[in-house]
């Protein structure tokens, strides 16, 4: 069974930048072709698309987020990696990652998320 | 960018009852389109993609219609588990992968 798994800071400062990690077991990152993504969601709102990669490395950002965020993947750590920067108030938020099936594919597979707060 | 709009925004259903949610699309998604489930302090969980199939393991009351712009997801007998949020998303266009705002089902 396909596991995914966030981890990272759970506070991160204003102006400070918010990295974090998706684990995926049960399978690997580069075994088909999956594009693999993070999706947020503000306490209490709905859900927003941030990123999302394929295991060669291919990348597609949300163009609203696209100059503050950076997607990768480690295929070796079977591993993929978010980087948003300039951190706001408006950042805080549940941070899921999670696993599309193709390129015309829902997200099938999604991590628990991940709670960061962004305050000083 | 397409804007995903659904309706209501919470509905009211006691058990038993048929479900009917709404999903307007801005534009046409042909039938790129999923809904998904959302209980308190979970993931979303997939039950529909391709606007009419269901995930592995979704129950047959779950059923969704619709292409282009118009989509249904009908709930045919409420069960209790079946009270949550429920999202709809395109992925026919990923500039950018869009969701709707979503529609609360709560028990009447």
């Known amino acids: 069974q396909l596991q995914l798994q966030e981890s990272g800071p759970g506070l991160v400062k204003p102006s400070e930048t918010l990295s974090l990690t998706c684990t995926v077991s049960?399978?690997?990152?580069?075994?088909?072709?999956?594009?693999w993504g993070w999706i947020r969601q503000p306490p209490g709102g709905g859900l927003e698309w941030i990123a999302s990669v394929y295991y060669s490395g291919s990348t597609y950002y949300n163009p609203s987020l696209k100059s503050r965020v950076t997607i990768s993947v480690d295929t070796s750590k079977n591993q993929f990696s978010l980087r948003l920067t300039s951190v706001t108030a408006a950042d805080t938020a549940m941070y899921f990652c999670a696993r599309a099936g193709g390129g015309y594919e829902p997200f099938d597979y999604w991590g628990l998320g991940t709670l960061v707060t962004v305050s000083s | 960018e397409i804007v995903m709009t659904q309706s209501p925004a919470t509905l009211s259903v006691s058990p038993g009852e048929r479900a009917t949610l709404s999903c307007r699309a801005s534009q046409s998604v042909s039938s790129n389109l999923a809904w998904y489930q959302q209980k308190p302090g979970q993931a979303p969980r997939l039950l529909i993609y391709g606007a009419s199939t269901r995930a592995t393991g979704i129950p047959a009351r779950f059923s969704g219609s619709g292409s282009g712009t118009e989509f249904t997801l009908t709930i045919s007998s409420l069960q209790s588990e079946d009270f949550a949020v429920y999202y709809c998303?395109?992925?026919?266009?990923?500039?950018?992968?869009?969701f709707g705002g979503g529609t609360k089902v709560e028990i009447k």
């Open positions: 998303q395109q992925y026919n266009n990923w500039s950018p992968l869009t």
């Open positions: 049960g399978g690997s990152i580069s075994g088909g072709s999956y594009y």
